[in-house]
């Protein structure tokens, strides 16, 4: 894809995730609770979390990929910084795996085998 077209995606699915979010915030409030979906969305937002680091380092190009020197900004190495410290988001506050099972077994339920 041409980085264009993977800005445009991109936005379109954070547009959509806001709006989801936004939802289900609403419906939280109303039920007194919070659903189900918070796994969905916990795990969505961290996908397009580090979607969007992936775009701003892609868009940087080589200046993308330091670490520290005079040859980079400031923004520069914080881009660089966030692009890796979004991977650690998939193991904090949940992993991938936790959310995956909290999905299928309270969304699907599956895993009931006890």
Do not use: C, P
């Amino acid at each position: 894809k041409v980085l264009r077209d993977k800005i445009a995606d991109f936005e379109i699915r954070w547009q959509a995730f806001m709006l989801t979010a936004r939802r289900a915030v609403e419906e939280s409030k109303a039920t007194g609770g919070v659903s189900e979906i918070s796994s969905v969305l916990k795990k969505l937002g961290t996908k397009l979390t580090q979607r969007r680091s992936e775009l701003m380092v892609d868009i940087m190009g080589l200046q993308g990929l330091g670490w520290e020197g005079e040859g980079f900004t400031d923004a520069e190495l914080s881009g660089v910084r966030a692009w890796l410290f979004g991977k650690a988001t998939t193991i904090y506050g949940g992993s991938t795996e936790i959310q995956n099972n909290i999905i299928a077994k309270r969304m699907l339920g599956l895993l009931d085998h006890q």
